[in-house]
């Protein structure tokens, strides 16, 4: 045990540095050229934001590897020397809600204030909006925790007679383990149901900031893992199926070219009237409506210069070989889209075999994360890591989806080599709040593989005992919502999604 509870303490160390590098590469190789070279503070919190995100991700498996570590142990206080896991889980989630609800606004306010105002005055504009938003969250949060902040167990009261402690034990066999003993089952556990009572207590404030956070982030999850898990695969796979078939000739590159040009200068006129129109105050309903327009066609027309580029690659000496990699990229997509499609597929099937039915019908995937660690210990935690990711994953696919469809999202797309820090803070808040129901999720839906650590412990049972909101998790609502939207988007998705979709240029311009 010694020397598993040693790796354990060198994982812990290796890891975060390894998750800190692993960001800093996305950020450097997703930054946007006009970035490069500034917005240090925007930058700095995306790097703080993604690895609190993984390492987040990252600690259910290390939970289970932490109470593997001393479950075995002969001495009842080998539990001790592992990592303190319960503060590890408070201290993530603590700084993940102050990151989501306080640092990445603040980040976002002041990357986008205006460029003419010094370095000092974009700060204090910036913490100006950010106290307010602490002041109102602050005093919505105290009021909650006061009125709510409790948990409500329901106990039953068991009793049993008692007798004197013999030298020998005739009395108690393998058909009789206890004293009054009727029908094979002890006296308490015949109690009756009138002796079932609830046991009211308050929670600490940061169980309840956890629990809050955990809330806002599964209505985010449950709508954006559900449409996610069904379009993230679905998506690779049309990718395959829209793929260029053949490099075209340079008189159709001349002619598809200046079609998109065309359109280009289009987008650049609505654009310039759009910003007219703001500037003489005219932000009204159809203005935000127009704007929303110009960001799906300007994504699209992007999509349409980028496929182009791909059809008709530059260079006498290093076309074929780009074009031998574009065949390469669209196979692997392939490749990945039916590997997703059976992860989203085992991930449904697990909710509605384990969560929905009620006994379960089965482990599923506990099961084969057990075999996994039988069959070699890290197998079935890199297994069951890999599941936990999917899901943030899913939810990235899933409002990137959405915020093409509907017209209140926001689209933020992260592309290489071209994602402003802007949509970066925006897809980290959302993959930060997202990841607390994730964890949540994820300890529920392997509650068995899962059992006896922390994470059941604050996830398991304080939270679905929380007062106003315990029969959120009683009636599976979210596990509810979440397979429906996953189905009724597989449906969707899969009739509509492998059609490439055109700029329509709609548009409402007053002038």
């Not at 990151?99 to 603040?106: G, K, N, R, S, T």
């Not at 200046?258 to 200068?265: D, H, I, N, Q, S």
């Not at 969560?355 to 075999?371: A, G, H, Q, T």
Request: aromatic share 14%.
């Amino acid at each position: 045990m010694g020397d598993f509870n040693l790796m354990l303490a060198v994982v812990a160390v290796v890891v975060p540095v390894l998750v800190i590098l692993a960001s800093v590469y996305l950020l450097v190789n997703y930054q946007h050229p006009d970035d490069a070279n500034q917005a240090y503070l925007p930058k700095a919190v995306v790097v703080l934001g993604l690895s609190i995100a993984a390492l987040s991700i990252l600690m259910l498996p290390a939970d289970v590897a932490n109470r593997q570590a001393c479950i075995h142990a002969i001495y009842s206080g080998a539990c001790d020397l592992t990592l303190p896991m319960k503060p590890l889980w408070l201290f993530i989630y603590v700084a993940d809600a102050l990151l989501v609800f306080f640092v990445i606004p603040f980040a976002m306010f002041y990357y986008e204030g205006d460029l003419d105002k010094t370095v000092g005055e974009r700060m204090k504009s910036a913490l100006k909006w950010v106290l307010c938003s602490v002041l109102v969250c602050g005093l919505v949060l105290l009021i909650f925790y006061g009125l709510l902040g409790k948990v409500d167990f329901t106990v039953r009261h068991l009793s049993s007679s008692v007798t004197n402690f013999p030298s020998t034990w005739p009395e108690f066999t393998s058909t009789k383990p206890c004293l009054d003993q009727t029908a094979y089952e002890c006296a308490a556990s015949t109690a009756e149901a009138s002796s079932e009572t609830t046991w009211t207590m308050r929670t600490t404030l940061p169980m309840y900031i956890v629990a809050l956070a955990t809330i806002a982030g599964s209505v985010l999850f449950t709508i954006f893992g559900g449409v996610g898990i069904a379009c993230l695969p679905l998506s690779l796979i049309f990718s395959y199926i829209r793929r260029p078939k053949a490099v075209i000739t340079r008189s159709q590159y001349i002619k598809e070219a200046t079609e998109l040009g065309k359109k280009a200068r289009e987008l650049k006129k609505a654009t310039d009237a759009l910003h007219r129109e703001e500037k003489s105050g005219s932000k009204d309903k159809k203005w935000r409506k127009n704007v929303k327009a110009v960001e799906k066609e300007l994504f699209l027309l992007e999509e349409d210069v980028k496929a182009l580029e791909e059809m008709y690659p530059q260079g006498d000496q290093q076309a074929e070989t780009a074009w031998a990699l574009t065949v390469l990229g669209y196979m692997a997509k392939l490749v990945l889209g039916i590997l997703g499609l059976i992860v989203s597929v085992a991930w449904v099937a697990h909710i509605f075999i384990y969560l929905l039915v009620n006994p379960p019908l089965f482990p599923f995937l506990n099961e084969f994360f057990i075999e996994l660690d039988d069959f070699w210990g890290l197998l079935g935690t890199a297994a069951f890591a890999f599941f936990c990711f999917y899901l943030l994953l899913a939810v990235t696919a899933g409002a990137m989806m959405l915020g093409l469809k509907l017209v209140f999202i926001t689209i933020h797309p992260m592309k290489w080599g071209g994602t402003l820090m802007n949509s970066f803070l925006f897809n980290v808040a959302l993959i930060l709040l997202s990841s607390i129901s994730v964890i949540q999720f994820c300890a529920t839906a392997f509650g068995y593989y899962a059992q006896a650590t922390a994470a059941q412990e604050i996830f398991g049972h304080t939270l679905q005992s929380l007062r106003g909101i315990r029969y959120l998790y009683k009636y599976n609502v979210f596990q509810w919502l979440f397979v429906l939207l996953a189905i009724f988007t597989f449906v969707y998705y899969a009739a509509t999604g492998w059609k490439r979709q055109k700029p329509s240029a709609r548009f409402q311009l007053s002038e």
